[in-house]
């Protein structure tokens, strides 16, 4: 199983990014994808998901309303779309990838069994 996020960089405040996590060793409707992030100096956090059928999406408060996040089957990927970035975003960000097909979506990163290496997203002010 491997996971690849894509598409971090550096942005000023305002501009928008998008993030890609490509599956690859799952088959595709049988995992639900979440974001986390991790910046400096603090805790992986949950950012965003979408259950294993694709029907439900989750955001934490930090992001809603800026952020979405999607599934293509054709392509294999989760895609994250950052809108109205913050400098508070600047993170490291991960996709992982719970298996356990549940009904809701967990927010705490050891309920996820595989994580992709990471992509960073600078934001300046």
């Known amino acids: 199983v491997q996971l690849v996020e894509s598409g971090g960089g550096l942005v000023q405040a305002g501009d928008s990014l998008r993030l890609s996590c490509t599956v690859s060793?799952?088959?595709?409707?049988?995992?639900?994808i979440a974001w986390f992030r991790r910046a400096p100096g603090k805790e992986r956090k949950f950012v965003a998901g979408?259950?294993?059928?694709?029907?439900?999406?989750y955001y934490g408060d930090s992001v809603k309303g800026r952020f979405t996040v999607s599934k293509d089957a054709a392509k294999n990927t989760v895609s994250l779309q950052m809108n109205s970035l913050k400098p508070e975003d600047t993170a490291v960000y991960f996709c992982?990838?719970?298996?356990?097909?549940?009904?809701?979506?967990?927010?705490?990163?050891?309920?996820?069994?595989?994580w992709g290496q990471g992509t960073k997203v600078t934001v300046s002010s």
């Open positions: 992982g990838a719970d298996t356990r097909m549940r009904t809701d979506m967990m927010t705490t990163e050891w309920e996820y069994d595989f």
């Open positions: 060793g799952l088959t595709f409707s049988t995992y639900a």
């Open positions: 979408i259950t294993w059928s694709g029907s439900n999406t």
